[in-house]
């Protein structure tokens, strides 16, 4: 079982800053995951051209079912609201992604609150600086997913950039993952390195390996995680990956776990 997560930046080349179905399908399909969890979504934005970020993914993968959760309407850094359960497709929406090549038995979304005061942040760059950013409401995707070894409980996310926030919403995205069977797996941008993140869950780091930047990576914020309770059914890490795809100021991160031996 090949386990990815991926925070995507809309699509965006870092080389021209530009957004093409092509190259999002092409860094997808070099990840060759059965599983994977896409982060910073777009779905029709105009700035990356109206696509469906989520079907083109799927689609590279031969995914059998896919599912985005919209975290906001409207744009990030511009204009927007929370997502509400009466916002169409019609809108702008930015959120995350969970992609599976096998059948999904149940799905579950959970809604993380953001931070509720704007916080400091260095943005790099022109017209960057310390700036006083709203932060985000954020979203959980799980899946209960038919392996081919049996069900695995599969989430997804991307927490607040928001110190001690964060560390709320992980853990009330581990409240909300104990409710569905084991072997659980966590994936996504936790924007926090790996020592926090064993110290806050108590559950197992797949793999570390820096993902950030993706020029020349130096953090971790990118995890592949599995609660200690039914982790000996997931096998073991036989592989682990960070390749530069092309796009996104992240790497993502892949994780080639083989099933345990039978009795």
Known sequence: MRLATFNLLHGRSLSDGKVHAERVASAVTDLDADILGLQEVDRAQPR???????????????????????????????TWQPWRSDDDNAHPLYGIALISRWPV???????????PIRSPIWAPGPGGGLLLLKD?????????IDTPTGPVTVANTHLSFVPGWNIRQLRA????????????????????PSGPV???????????KPTYP?????????????????????GSVVQVRTPEVG?????????????????
């Open 48 to 78: 990356s051209g109206l696509l469906d970020l989520t079907a083109i993914a799927a689609e590279a993968m031969g995914a059998q079912v896919h599912r985005f959760a919209a975290a906001v309407v409207g744009t990030p850094g511009e």
């Open 105 to 115: 038995i149940r799905w579950q979304i959970t809604t993380l609150p953001a931070a």
């Open 136 to 144: 985000e409401p954020r979203v959980l995707i799980a899946a209960v």
């Open 173 to 192: 995205a581990v409240r909300a993952l104990r409710t569905l069977p084991a072997p659980r797996i966590l994936l996504g941008d936790l924007n926090m």
């Open 198 to 208: 064993r110290a806050f869950t108590g559950w197992r780091t797949l793999a570390r």
């Open 214 to 234: 993706s020029t020349g990576p130096r953090a971790q914020l990118d995890h592949i995680l599995a609660d200690p309770r039914g982790a000996g059914l997931l």
């Open 247 to 263: 796009i996104s100021d992240h790497r993502p991160l892949i994780v080639h776990l083989d099933p345990p031996l039978p009795d």
